[in-house]
């Protein structure tokens, strides 16, 4: 979704994963743009990010190494998916 030039919320994007991986049966992600109020000398935004998701078969003690991994993996993913953006927006490709 695309905000109107006055909105603070410039865009919105929900993603609907059914059975994203072997350990994530389902997931849901929000990300918003929020524009700053630096003003116009000063462009800038915010990007918000939220997700969540379910898992299945992570319980016991294997489960719980191999959430400790998942989890692990999916904060690493997210933090180089933001830096890739950041560099993008940035021109540092």
Excluded: W
């Amino acid at each position: 979704m695309r905000g109107n030039p006055t909105d603070q919320v410039a865009s919105a994007i929900a993603e609907k994963q059914l059975y994203s991986s072997h350990y994530f049966e389902t997931a849901l992600d929000l990300s918003f743009c929020v524009r700053g109020s630096n003003g116009p000398k000063q462009p800038g935004f915010y990007l918000i990010m939220a997700m969540g998701s379910e898992q299945a078969g992570l319980t016991g003690a294997k489960g719980s190494i191999v959430r400790k991994v998942a989890v692990g993996r999916s904060v690493s993913n997210l933090r180089e998916a933001l830096t890739t953006v950041r560099n993008t927006l940035e021109g540092n490709q």
